[in-house]
Each structure stands twice: as C-alpha cells, then as structure tokens.
C-alpha cells in the first residue's frame, strides 16, 4: 500500500482578506481625521473697510455668495426667498437670539439679497449682528473723501 503524499498537490495562493482590512482601515482612518473648512467651499470677495478686527467663536455665520445664494453655518438654504431663509435660520439657531452672527457677503452680492438677510435676522429678533470686511491695502484708501 502506497501511502500518497497530498501536500504536493496543494497550490499555493495569496489571501487578500488581510490586505483589504488594512485599506478600509486607513480609508476609514483619512476620512475621520480630515478636515472639513466651510470657508474654503465657498470663494468670498469680502467688501473692503478699515477697522480693528474681532473674532467671535460663536457667531452664528450666514454666507452670501456673488450669485445671492445663502449658506447658513455648513446649510445651503434651497430658495432665495424670504420665509425659506428664516427656517433655515430658525432651525439652526434654535431659540438663542442673543447669539451674535456673522454676515459675510461677497462684495458683488446684488443689494438686495443682504437687505433679505438682515430682514431675516430682524424678523427672527436677532440684534447683534456683524458684517464681515477685508483690510484696506495700505495706502488705498487715502487721499480719498
């Protein structure tokens, strides 16, 4: 009797399960770790005036691009219209409206799209509110009245 050696037979193959554990490992790993910046979604001109800069952490931010599409915090608001900003507002604010926000406006926003924001913060009984500018260059803004 012949006693048959089976190892012989045996091919040898390479098991991916590990090496797929390890790229969903580090996909997961970039995707949490990244950063996500609302400001650099958004390209702003902001308008030009001089004065001292302040920082408020947490300033409620409404966007106005230069088309007049409104972004409140990291939520584009669907429609242009008065009642659609204000719920998008409302729903992100909550009841704080002692809150300071933040309005940054492109610097060429149609006129009447940030009356319609600040029409809406009104509306909503917001009163402290800001409006974000660049610096002047230096030497612009001189010889001018």
């Known amino acids: ?81 008065l009642d659609s900003l204000k719920a998008t507002i409302a729903e992100v604010a909550g009841n704080d409206r002692d809150r300071p926000v933040l309005l940054r406006a492109d610097a060429r926003t149609p006129h009447q799209a940030v009356v319609t924001a600040y029409d809406a913060l009104g509306q909503l009984g917001f009163r402290r509110i800001m409006i974000a500018t660049a610096p002047t260059p230096k030497g612009a803004g001189e010889g001018r009245q």
Not at 55 to 76: C, K, M, P, T, W
């Open 1 to 81: 009797m012949r006693i048959r050696d089976h190892r012989a037979d045996d091919e040898p193959e390479i098991n991916l399960v590990p090496m797929i554990d390890v790229i969903l490992v580090l996909i997961i790993f970039f995707v949490v770790t990244a950063t996500f910046d609302a400001r650099s979604v958004l390209k702003l001109e902001l308008p030009r005036a001089s004065g001292e800069a302040t920082e408020s952490n947490q300033a409620l931010s409404i966007l106005v691009n230069a088309s007049g599409r409104y972004f409140v915090h990291d939520r584009e608001v669907l429609r242009d219209d």
